[in-house]
Every structure is written in structure tokens, then in C-alpha cells.
């Protein structure tokens, strides 16, 4: 398997164990009621699977995300876009605006 991939598939792993951390807590807590909601529904099977996985896609989607742009630049030679050297070459000037009074 070719390491990005496994790189992508490990990051998406550590976001759903998070989000799977986030719902047990939030069940556990019964913060807004819920736990007690879920518990009392006849569908709170479906309930809980729905919220877990909605959890686990967003939270292992924002792991995948933050992995990657914190990927180190490889160094090519090619100015890196943003950070410093954008700042460094970007020359500000005071423009002249007519003020009607």
C-alpha cells in the first residue's frame, strides 16, 4: 500500500477513535438529555449509530485535514508560498485617496 494512503488511513483512524471518545462522553455526560432521549426512543439504536458515525466522518475528515497541512515542505529549491518569504517580498505603500468634504 503506498505510504500516503496509509498515512491518510492512520489520521482517519486517530480522528474516529476521538469522535467515537466525544459521543461516549457526550452520551455519558447526558448533556441536553441525549442519552435519555436515545435511551427512551424505540429508534435510539439508529439514533446513536447515526450520531456516531456523522461524528467519526467529521472528526476523522478534520484529522485527515490538519495531518496534511502540517506535512513538512520538501525543499526543491522553489520559494514556499505564504509564511515568511510572501512577507518578506511584499511591499506595502500608502495609496493616495481624495476626500470629498
Known sequence: MPQLVRFLIRHALIGFAVAIGFVALFLAFD???????????PEGLLAAAVLS??????????QMGVAVMLLPRE???????????????????????????
Open 31 to 41: 448533556l441536553h438529555g441525549l442519552r435519555t432521549l436515545i435511551v427512551q426512543s
Open 53 to 62: 458515525f456523522a461524528m467519526c466522518l467529521t472528526f476523522g475528515s478534520v
Open 75 to 101: 525543499e526543491d529549491g522553489e520559494q514556499p508560498r505564504g509564511g515568511k518569504g510572501a512577507r518578506s517580498r511584499l511591499r506595502l505603500r500608502p495609496a493616495q485617496v481624495r476626500v470629498r468634504r
